[in-house]
């Protein structure tokens, strides 16, 4: 009996998808629930499992064709499939299956007692959908490539430097979709919206200490840290309902004021940037909101977050501090009118009260189109994000 592999329903908001990678070839078994093969689309990496067990007969829509919803990838033939090998018989616990695979190099280096101490392993557990094509396309091995991602994984880059063995190798590659939209999206913000930054300066030391007093009361309460995107989320959603037309949008002729208050917060991954929205965030508590944006943040990095996450917003913040950014002009995310930049935290002397001081300072840009936002509005928003900031009791007090 054959059972066919189609693509899922896809969202109202995306028309096709490209098709990835392929994981498996006709002739390979494969078992319930296991990733086939990976679509692109305009936002993210859809996976599609296996939905029996049995063998891959057929692949009707080859690595790079577009496809819509519900139209044939595969066929399998059922049937039932050996249980996979533990790991303990497969490892080779002697190391000597290691030499063999890598030609003997990685027990030589291990066992030769010189004073360079091996590169350490990648955490294979979790791979994203482009390192997992570039693994497989490739044969490489992932445990003979240094890693230098996030908590020891593997990424992309790492694999390209593998591969091109220290060289002056180069490599041209076709853009994602992802990152094709992205460039699209920005050049058009850029066309049409009459972008224009005001800057701020903030005092954090209000928040420092407030973190530094309940961290460890947040985090045993709450299960996560107290960061400081949280207080940036509140004091945006304090000064957007002090200024509602920051937080609307440009519809041909009409002005478009939104009764919610939908975050978007940048994340940065490995196949670009991606935007999840945490939906409400004026009605989520300081704890809500660090649990939503970690849960998003890593969830945009394994490629696992859904469509329905990234669509939407009515006000954006990036933060390109986490790079060491000290100033920037952040481009718009459409349709959106306004976007809040945060930079990197500098102690800088500044005069309190007629005296000089160091405090922890950062500079603050709002990028927003000047077709529907005036400069006054623009101003007087940072200023209260600036003194939501620098006085937290504010945002208790609905100051």
């Known amino acids: ?30 078992r319930r629930d296991e990733n086939l093969v990976d679509l692109e689309t305009d936002k993210v990496v859809l996976e599609v499992p296996s939905p029996v067990d049995g063998v891959l007969k057929e692949i009707v829509s080859d690595s790079g064709a577009t496809v819509t ?10 049937g039932e499939v ?6 303990d018989e497969t490892s080779g616990s002697d190391g ?13 280096k291990a066992s030769s007692g010189g004073d360079k101490a091996p590169a350490p392993a990648a955490d294979t557990g979790k791979l994203s959908p482009a390192t997992r094509r570039i693994v497989e396309e490739e044969g490489v091995n992932p445990k003979d490539v240094p890693a ?61 200490d407030l973190r530094a007093k ?52 940048a994340v940065s991954t490995e196949r670009g940037l991606m935007v999840p929205v945490l939906r409400n965030a004026e009605s989520m508590s300081l704890a809500q909101i660090e649990s939503g944006i970690r849960q998003y943040a890593e969830q945009a990095r394994e490629g696992t977050i859904g469509l329905d996450d990234l669509q939407g917003g009515t006000f954006s913040i990036t ?11 952040p481009l718009l995310n459409p349709p959106q009118s306004a976007i809040l930049g945060m930079h990197n935290i500098k102690e800088r002397p500044v005069v309190v009260q007629g005296e000089i001081v160091v405090r922890p300072i950062m500079y603050l ?28 009791a504010r945002l208790l007090l609905n100051l």
């Open 148 to 208: 230098t991602g996030r908590g020891g994984r593997l990424t992309k880059g790492d694999v390209v430097r593998h591969l091109a063995g220290g060289s002056r190798a180069e490599e041209r590659v076709k853009m994602t979709r992802l990152r094709s939209t992205i460039a699209k999206r920005l050049k058009d913000a850029q066309n049409t919206a009459a972008i224009l930054t005001s800057f701020q300066e903030v005092d954090l030391k209000a928040v420092q």
């Open 1 to 30: 009996m054959t059972t066919e592999v189609k693509v899922p329903v896809l969202p109202e908001s995306v028309a096709d998808a490209t098709v990835a990678a392929w994981h498996k070839k006709p002739g390979d078994t494969v």
């Open 319 to 329: 933060n390109g501090g986490t790079f060491g950014s000290m100033l920037s002009t």
């Open 214 to 265: 309940y961290k460890d009361d947040f985090a045993n309460v709450h299960g996560v840290k107290l960061g400081l995107m949280s207080f940036f989320v509140k004091a945006v959603c304090d000064a957007l309902a002090k200024f509602p037309v920051v937080n609307a949008s440009l519809d041909g002729d009409e002005i478009v004021y939104h009764g919610y208050m939908d975050i978007g917060i």
């Open 69 to 78: 919803s519900d139209e044939l990838l595969g066929v399998i033939e059922e």
């Open 365 to 392: 840009a709002l990028s927003y189109d000047h077709r529907i936002i005036d400069g006054k509005d623009s101003v007087q928003f940072l200023v209260a994000v600036k003194e939501a900031l620098e006085d937290p």
């Open 82 to 87: 050996e249980a996979a090998p533990a790991a």
């Open 96 to 108: 000597k299956n290691d030499a063999k695979d890598t030609g003997g190099q990685s027990a030589g």
